[in-house]
C-alpha cells in the first residue's frame, strides 16, 4: 500500500529520504557528522511542524489514512489481549473491538473502533461505523470492567454510528442513550482524552457519590498527554510534538 503524505508533511519526507540516501552512500565515507546534523534537523522540523499545526492540519492528521486504528494501539502498547466477541442479544460487531489486556502492570479493559485497511476488511468492519450490537457489546466490556474494577480505555476514531435503516430498527438510538446513562452510573474508571469531558462525567459523579475517587477522572491535555506520551513510547514514535489528537 502506497504511504500517504500530506501536503505539511513534504518538507519531512523530502529531508528523510536524503538523509536515507546519505546513510547508503556512507560506505567508506567519512560523514558521520552531516548524518547527525541531518537527523537532528530532521527531528527538529518534525516538532516545529507538528507544534503549530492549523485546526484543519489537525483534522488532516486525525483522519490520515496511515494513522493507527485500535488493534495497531493494542498491539504494540498491551500484552496479553483477550478479544471478547458479541452483545448476547443480537451478535458480534465487528468495528468495535475490545477486551482485557495488560499495560506494563496493569490490567485493564480496552475498547475501540476499527477500520479496515482496503476495500475487502472495511466491508468486514463495516468502515469503522457501529451497530447497536456494537454498542451493547462495548456496553457489556464495560460492566465486565466494573465488575473485576478495572480501568477503561476507549479508542475513537472519526466515524460515528451506522446510519442504516436496519441499526435504526435494532435499536440504534437507544443504544447509544443507555451507553451514556450507564457510564455516568457505573463505578468503572474511565480514562478520557478530553479535558471538559472529563470535567463533565467528575461533577456527574461526584454530585452522586460521595466517596469519589480523585483517581476516577484522569484528565490529560489533548497535545500532552502523559497517556498519549506513553503509546508513542510504546509504538516506538519520537519527537512528534503534537501530532497525536
Partial sequence: MAKTILDFEKPIIELEERLDEMKKASDGLQIDGEIAKIEEKVKHLKENIYRSLTRWQRVQLARHPDRPYTLDYIYNMTENFVEIHGDRVFGDDKAVVGGFAKIGNFKVMVIGQQKGRDTKSNVYRNFGMPRPEGYRKALRLMKLAEKFNLPVITLLDTQGAFPGLEAEERGQAEAIARNLLEMALESAHYLCDHRRRCKWWCSRNGS?????????????????????????EKLGIQGTGSRGT
Fill in 208 to 232: 452522586r457519590r460521595q466517596d469519589i475517587d480523585a483517581r476516577k477522572c484522569m484528565v490529560f491535555s489533548d497535545q500532552s498527554g502523559i497517556v498519549f506520551e506513553y503509546f508513542m
